[in-house]
Every structure is written in C-alpha cells, then in structure tokens.
C-alpha cells in the first residue's frame, strides 16, 4: 500500500480511536465524527488529507478499521478505541474459540490476571489464528493464545464483532485460556 495512504490511515486511527481533540473534534454516540469537519481541519493542520485519499483508506486498508455512515457524511473507527465510545454494535454470540495474540513477555502475567484491555478501552480478538499472530508479532517475540469464547459467551461476558474480524470483549478470566502450543 502506498506510503500516504498508510500514514493517512494511521492519522485516522489515531484522531477517531485515541485523540479527537487532537481536531477539536467531539464524537458523536458511537464513535461518529463528521467528515467535511475532519477533513477541514485536518488540512488546516498541514495534513494533506482529502476526500479522494481518504476513500482509497477506506479502500485499500487490509483491515475494516471505520465504517462510514450511509448518508456518506460520517466516519468512525469500528475497533481499538482509548477514549470512551458507545460502540452502537449489539452483543453476538461467538464461535466456540477466537485467538488473541500477544508478548512472550505479557504471557506470565495474562496467565496470572487473564487479558485486560490495558489502554483500550476492551480487549481485542482475532478471528483466525494467523491473524492473531500478526497482532501478536506487533509487541515481540509473539504468542497466540486460544480463547475458548463461546464458554465465556455462556458464562455471561458480553462480545462483540465490530468487523467480521475482529471481536471486543471487556475481559477475559484466565480459565478461558491456553496457549496454542504450534503457533
Ligand atoms: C496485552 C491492531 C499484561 C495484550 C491489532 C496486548 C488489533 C496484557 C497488549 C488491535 C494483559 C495491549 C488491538 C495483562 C492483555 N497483563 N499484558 N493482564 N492483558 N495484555 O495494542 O490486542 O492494525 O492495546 O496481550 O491488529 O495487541 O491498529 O492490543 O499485547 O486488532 O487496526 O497488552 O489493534 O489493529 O496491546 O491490538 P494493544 P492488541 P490495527
């Protein structure tokens, strides 16, 4: 992917998951921010940031990392949030295991405390064990650890799936986890 596109989605993901005052920007219920005003802004920033590259974010990004309403005035990032949104997604019950990649480093501790979202605001898992270990790869020696998600659907943790690719919970025990030893 070209290199403005990259640094376009990134500057994105980082106004409308982590600092939309960054552009004086309020969201709307469920994460929505207006685009004309982003994008205004974000130029009156020096960003070179207009409608065109922002559909080819929209495009050409591996992952659905935001939706835009479908009026087509509106844009929001489905996963990963800091700041506090009410993601207007319903509860979905899972398949039987979802995956989580991670540190070697994190391990002894997730073992101890289970996953917590730590800076975000849930905890993010994957859908496949592949992509699990891509995430994983993002923080070091990486380690994917299987979480048997449709026991902690029934023992009443809500979960969400913001893209097919992605779930979001608020956290998971440690009993609903094991590490996938072939990863
Ligand atoms: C770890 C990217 C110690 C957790 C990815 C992770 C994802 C603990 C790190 C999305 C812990 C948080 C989110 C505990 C969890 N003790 N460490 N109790 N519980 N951790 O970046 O899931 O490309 O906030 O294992 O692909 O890595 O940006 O979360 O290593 O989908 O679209 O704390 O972001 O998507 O790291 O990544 P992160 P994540 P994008």
């Known amino acids: 992917m070209a290199d403005r596109i990259v640094r376009a989605s990134t500057f994105l993901s980082y106004v409308l998951r982590h600092n939309p005052g960054a552009l004086d920007l309020t969201l709307a219920p469920g994460g929505w921010a207006d685009i004309d005003t982003l ?14 590259l922002l559909n080819q974010v929209l495009d050409h990004g591996d992952k659905e990392r935001f939706s835009v309403s479908a009026d087509g005035t509106m844009i929001r990032a489905n996963y990963g949030h800091s700041v506090a949104v009410a993601l207007d997604v319903s509860p979905t019950r899972p398949p039987p295991h979802l995956y989580h990649g991670t ?7 997730i073992q101890n405390d289970g996953l917590r979202p ?15 270990l891509r995430v994983g790869r993002r923080h070091g020696l990486p380690v994917v650890l299987i979480v048997a998600a449709r026991d902690l659907h029934n023992a009443g943790h809500a979960l969400y799936r913001p893209t ?20």
């Open 118 to 132: 730590q800076s975000r605001q849930y905890v993010h898992l994957s859908r496949t064990e592949d992509e699990a």
């Open 103 to 109: 540190a070697q480093q994190a391990l002894s501790a």
């Open 164 to 183: 097919d690719a992605v779930w979001l919970t608020a956290r998971v025990p440690p009993r609903f986890l094991q590490v996938a030893e072939d990863a």
């Open 39 to 52: 994008l205004e802004r974000a130029r009156a920033e020096g960003r070179a940031l207009d409608r065109p």
